[in-house]
């Protein structure tokens, strides 16, 4: 089956513009993740997704980041009035549903290259 | 709070030669940890997992790991290096308890190997 895809793969967009990320989870993973991977900073969680519900954004690095999950599925992350610090490779994860004392596997996408200019 | 600390930023082996990668965790609530690895341009790839059970845990492509609680390490090694296994390596640790699986990760170990 397909595994997690993300798109676009690159995008370059120029300071002060706003950009959507997409995420397609695997078919039937309710978990989401998106974490950044930046050369300053490494890689850092960003937001979890349980189903539609956001329990934990606490990585969200300023209020001008925003992610949303419709349907239980696809997730965008929304990076508004971009800086150049917010270049990196943002990349999204899913899982089945996580539970106390047991593990799901999380699978990565190939990720999005940002670039700010 | 959780964290992983990866030393060396870089190690370069010889193909055939031991590959010895170094975590070490700092975690209050028994944790469970894990290796990535990430080829170029590539997304990360479990490589494999400690989820409390037997603490040496064998993994993908000949690799495995110890987990040592009275060491707070999770070491990864491979007895024998390939050209393929060139690539970046993520430790990263998570908590057990609770279900909530976010990563943390370490800095990553960039392993360079050689003909």
């Known amino acids: 089956g397909a595994g997690v895809s993300q798109s676009p793969s690159n995008k370059v967009t120029e300071k002060g513009k706003d950009v959507e990320l997409r995420c397609d989870p695997i078919?039937?993973?309710?978990?989401l993740y998106w974490y950044r991977q930046s050369l300053g900073q490494g890689l850092e969680f960003l937001i979890y997704?349980?189903?539609?519900?956001?329990?934990?954004k606490s990585g969200l690095p300023s209020d001008r980041f925003s992610a949303e999950r419709t349907g239980g599925s696809v997730s965008t992350l929304t990076i508004q009035r971009t800086q150049q610090e917010d270049s990196a490779v943002y990349l999204c994860a899913s899982s089945l549903a996580p539970g106390p004392f047991s593990y799901n596997e999380q699978f990565f996408g190939p990720g999005t290259r940002l670039t700010v200019l | 709070a959780q964290s992983v600390t990866q030393l060396g930023s870089h190690v370069s082996v010889s193909e055939g030669a031991l590959v010895l990668l170094r975590c070490n965790y700092s975690s209050s609530v028994p944790p469970y940890l894990f290796w990535y690895v990430q080829y170029p341009n590539q997304g990360l790839q479990l490589l494999l997992k400690?989820?409390?059970?037997?603490?040496l845990v064998k993994g993908i492509n000949g690799f495995e790991a110890e987990f040592k609680k009275s060491e707070t390490s999770f070491h990864l090694t491979k007895p024998s290096a390939h050209m393929s296994d060139a690539a970046e390596y993520f430790c990263a640790v998570s908590e057990g308890i609770t279900g909530f699986q976010k990563l943390v990760f370490g800095t990553g170990t960039r392993l360079l190997v050689s003909p």
């Open positions: 078919s039937g993973h309710t978990a």
């Open positions: 400690y989820t409390s059970a037997a603490t």
């Open positions: 997704f349980q189903g539609n519900s956001a329990p934990d």
